[in-house]
């Protein structure tokens, strides 16, 4: 079984929808991250949570919040959702002593 | 800030011969390096990591990189290209709260 596991892997959905992305790990990691991947743009941070009461924004957290339900799940929710969300979204996670970032399989996400 | 450029967006080679993908970075503070790989419709694969042990990591697949603080690089390089090296390529830098990605390096392998 995979350590970084998403759901859904795909969604399409309608502008002012509400959807959660789901993100579940086994590694045991405090750190848990959200990102954003678009065409040329490499991967922007969205929120990251040290542990489940330290919650921050990234470089991008605007449309987006999230929330910590345990060491081992970090949920990222559109509240609205946009065109301009449209993108592939990548979970990840890190040992509070090593900076190695192991990432899900990512979700795609399309906003009509 | 910590940042790093990716100096081509694509690159193309012969499979068999040399793979180069070029990365600058700037940072502060001696940093910790890494390279990601990302094969289509997948996540992405940590290739290696450096962290100042050694200037030349190895890392899966026959791929290497060199750290020169000198010049603030940190070019990942192969012999020998494979065609299931085809992928998209990032050089990652350590922030301070988290790690900064560039742009992406996509590499195509041709017969």
């Known amino acids: 079984d995979a350590d970084v596991t998403q759901t859904p892997r795909n969604r399409i959905t309608k502008t002012g929808k509400r959807i959660m992305l789901e993100c579940s790990q086994t590694?045991?990691?405090?750190?848990m991250y959200w990102y954003r991947q678009d065409p040329g743009l490499g991967l922007q941070l969205i929120y990251y949570?040290?542990?489940?009461?330290?919650?921050n924004k990234g470089e991008i957290s605007d449309g987006y919040s999230v929330s910590r339900q345990a060491q081992a799940k970090f949920s990222l929710s559109l509240e609205s959702a946009i065109p301009n969300q449209t993108a592939l979204y990548f979970c990840?996670?890190?040992?509070?002593?090593?900076?190695?970032?192991?990432f899900g399989p990512g979700t795609r996400l399309l906003v009509l | 800030a910590q940042s790093v450029t990716q100096l081509d967006s694509h690159v193309s080679v012969s499979e068999g011969t040399p793979v180069l993908l070029r990365c600058n970075y700037s940072?502060?503070?001696?940093?910790?390096l890494f390279w990601y790989v990302q094969h289509p419709n997948k996540g992405l694969q940590l290739l290696l990591k450096y962290t100042s042990a050694a200037t030349l990591v190895k890392g899966i697949n026959g791929f290497e990189a060199e750290f020169k603080k000198s010049e603030t690089s940190f070019h990942l390089t192969k012999p020998s290209a494979h065609m299931s090296d085809a992928a998209e390529y990032f050089c990652?830098?350590?922030?301070?709260?988290?790690?900064?990605f560039g742009k992406g390096t996509s590499l195509l392998v041709t017969p």
């Open positions: 949570s040290f542990d489940v009461k330290d919650i």
């Open positions: 990652v830098v350590s922030g301070i709260y988290a790690l900064n």
């Open positions: 940072s502060s503070y001696s940093p910790s």
């Open positions: 590694k045991g990691h405090d750190r």
């Open positions: 990840a996670t890190s040992d509070g002593g090593s900076e190695t970032q192991y």
